[in-house]
């Protein structure tokens, strides 16, 4: 495995593989790697020649009030993961090397960006989709691979992709949780024994959510009311926000599908967490560590 810094090297390297006729995949992380982030190299590994994969704590997408600081890394414990499971080049740029000024163009994320995540993170999309742009344009992926568990930022990259016309094929991989259900993220580390009982609130109110659906419940205020109250019985945890939203658009809907993603986000204590599951597809459709 390759261990690279600067964007110059990277493009370098994909240039290389292009001239070689291999397919670059790439899969975008802020480190602290956990089984959820190796299921993006698996899927890229499946469909890409060279698996790129960036570590990056990217300022941008923090506010000023936010944990950016706090935010956990371990980048020796990155290289053995990553080298582990199979990453070709592993990219780590530093903050001086991806934004050596500003950046004074910024990618405007739309209305989706300033909805849910965006509502409670003002400008945090816009911080995503300029640095999924640069990580593009300095790999030059053929394929990206992304998370569902942040599934906003996933239909974000999408619209970009299409908007800009993009040469880059979007995975999106499936969720990866513990085998008590809660979805693997690299702020788990920040939750104590009581915290992470907490936390189990937000698997809890998606499979509540789930079970008005398929009982047959379609609209979307009764199945968002069902989940807020498994949330709401759980004190010591404040819940930013339920909503179902359409798939395609991400906007919200009042009449819940198969296809419906019901999102959920909470803080408990300092530490904040997000969820989602597709209605039609339950919980059971995600992976689980331990099956
Ligand atoms: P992060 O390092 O948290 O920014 O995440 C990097 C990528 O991994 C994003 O595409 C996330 O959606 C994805 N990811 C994070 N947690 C999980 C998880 N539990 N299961 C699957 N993908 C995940």
Same mark, same amino acid.
């Given at each position: 495995?390759?261990?690279?810094?600067?964007?110059?090297?990277?493009?370098?390297?994909?240039?290389?593989?292009?001239?070689?006729?291999?397919?670059?995949?790439?899969?975008?992380?802020?480190?602290?790697?956990?089984?959820?982030?190796?299921?993006?190299?698996?899927?890229?590994?499946?469909?890409?020649?060279?698996?790129?994969?960036?570590?990056?704590?990217?300022?941008?997408?923090?506010?000023?009030?936010?944990?950016?600081?706090?935010?956990?890394?371990?980048?020796?414990?990155?290289?053995?993961? @990553?080298? =582990?499971? /199979? $990453?070709? #080049?592993?990219?780590?740029?530093?903050?001086? !090397?991806?934004?050596? *000024?500003?950046? %004074?163009?910024?990618?405007?994320?739309?209305?989706?960006?300033?909805?849910?995540?965006?509502?409670?993170?003002?400008?945090?999309?816009?911080?995503?989709?300029?640095?999924?742009?640069?990580?593009?344009?300095?790999?030059?992926?053929?394929?990206?691979?992304?998370?569902?568990?942040?599934?906003?930022?996933?239909?974000?990259?999408?619209?970009?992709?299409?908007?800009?016309?993009?040469?880059?094929?979007?995975?999106?991989?499936?969720?990866?949780?513990?085998?008590?259900?809660?979805?693997?993220?690299?702020?788990?580390?920040?939750?104590?024994?009581?915290?992470?009982?907490?936390?189990?609130?937000?698997?809890? @109110?998606? =499979?509540? /959510? $789930?079970? #008005?659906?398929?009982?047959?419940?379609?609209? !979307?205020?009764?199945? *968002?009311?069902? %989940?807020?109250?498994?949330?709401?019985?759980?004190?010591?945890?404040?819940?930013?926000?339920?909503?179902?939203?359409?798939?395609?658009?991400?906007?919200?809907?009042?009449?819940?599908?198969?296809?419906?993603?019901?999102?959920?986000?909470?803080?408990?204590?300092?530490?904040?967490?997000?969820?989602?599951?597709?209605?039609?597809?339950?919980?059971?459709?995600?992976?689980?560590?331990?099956?």
């Amino acid at each position: 495995m390759r261990v690279v810094c600067l964007p110059r090297e990277l493009r370098e390297a994909s240039t290389q593989a292009a001239r070689a006729g291999l397919r670059v995949g790439l899969v975008p992380t802020m480190g602290f790697l956990h089984a959820g982030h190796l299921a993006l190299v698996k899927e890229a590994r499946a469909r890409a020649d060279v698996v790129v994969m960036s570590v990056f704590v990217n300022p941008l997408q923090f506010g000023p009030a936010e944990d950016f600081a706090a935010y956990p890394r371990d980048l020796e414990r990155d290289r053995g993961l @990553a080298e =582990a499971s /199979g $990453v070709d #080049v592993l990219w780590v740029p530093t903050v001086e !090397a991806m934004y050596p *000024v500003g950046p %004074a163009v910024t990618v405007s994320p739309g209305p989706v960006g300033s909805i849910l995540e965006g509502a409670v993170r003002p400008g945090h999309f816009a911080g995503v989709l300029t640095v999924v742009l640069k990580l593009f344009a300095a790999a030059a992926p053929a394929v990206a691979v992304f998370g569902r568990k942040d599934a906003q930022q996933a239909a974000l990259v999408r619209f970009m992709i299409r908007d800009f016309n993009l040469p880059v094929e979007l995975i999106v991989a499936p969720t990866v949780r513990d085998a008590d259900g809660l979805a693997l993220s690299s702020r788990n580390v920040h939750l104590d024994v009581a915290g992470r009982r907490r936390a189990l609130a937000l698997p809890r @109110a998606l =499979a509540g /959510g $789930v079970e #008005v659906f398929r009982s047959g419940e379609r609209r !979307a205020g009764s199945i *968002v009311a069902a %989940a807020e109250a498994v949330l709401g019985r759980e004190a010591g945890l404040t819940s930013d926000y339920v909503a179902c939203v359409n798939p395609d658009t991400f906007l919200p809907t009042d009449a819940a599908t198969d296809t419906t993603t019901l999102a959920v986000a909470a803080r408990v204590g300092a530490t904040r967490l997000i969820d989602n599951v597709v209605l039609g597809a339950g919980l059971d459709a995600d992976v689980r560590i331990g099956d």
